[in-house]
């Protein structure tokens, strides 16, 4: 298995999303949803591309608040599409607009997202995505996957050995 705690450590941008981010729980709604849409813009491209272009993607997507997302038009979408600094794909611009209606719905049916993710826990992989799938757009079994690990709902994030995974089992 190629972990990600084997190339991480020391790294200018996979260093710090490694020991600070990934597969620690998240609970904010917001923080959700952004790391589901950067899921979704690195399908078929590397992380490193995804985590380079983070703060570009989150000023163009209003810092990921799913509410304003969610009111994005054709208006929105051309100037996307037109701004260089982002990953420029039609197809996950569209998916992560029609993902943030999406999650505002499950948000006003469970009170957040996080607490429906919760109440889902504990599934296997499988089951996720086939959940996934009925609640979200361009969420194949890589994209869920990867962002349940990242979120600290599946385990596997780290390597046993992983100093971040020995913090993360202090935190329970």
């Not at 993607?57 to 208006?75: C, I």
């Not at 996080?114 to 799938?133: I, M, T, Y």
Request: proline share 6%; glycine share 8%.
């Amino acid at each position: 298995m190629n972990w990600y705690c084997d190339i991480a450590p020391g790294h200018p941008f996979h260093g710090p999303y490694h020991e600070n981010e990934y597969g620690f729980p998240v609970r904010e709604d917001r923080v959700l949803f952004e790391r589901l849409s950067l899921e979704i813009f690195q399908a078929g491209l590397s992380w490193l591309i995804v985590l380079k272009k983070r703060p570009a993607l989150n000023l163009a997507f209003d810092s990921f608040d799913p509410l304003k997302v969610a009111d994005y038009g054709e208006a929105e979408v051309a100037r996307l599409m037109a701004d260089a600094s982002i990953i420029r794909n039609q197809r996950k611009i569209r998916a992560i607009i029609e993902n943030a209606k999406r999650f505002n719905g499950l948000a006003a049916e469970n009170g957040s997202v996080a607490r429906w993710l919760q109440g889902q826990h504990p599934k296997v992989l499988e089951d996720w995505v086939k959940l996934f799938r009925q609640s979200f757009v361009f969420t194949g079994g890589e994209v869920v996957n990867e962002f349940l690990m990242s979120c600290g709902l599946l385990p596997g994030a780290h390597h046993p050995d992983c100093p971040v995974a020995a913090k993360l089992a202090k935190l329970g």
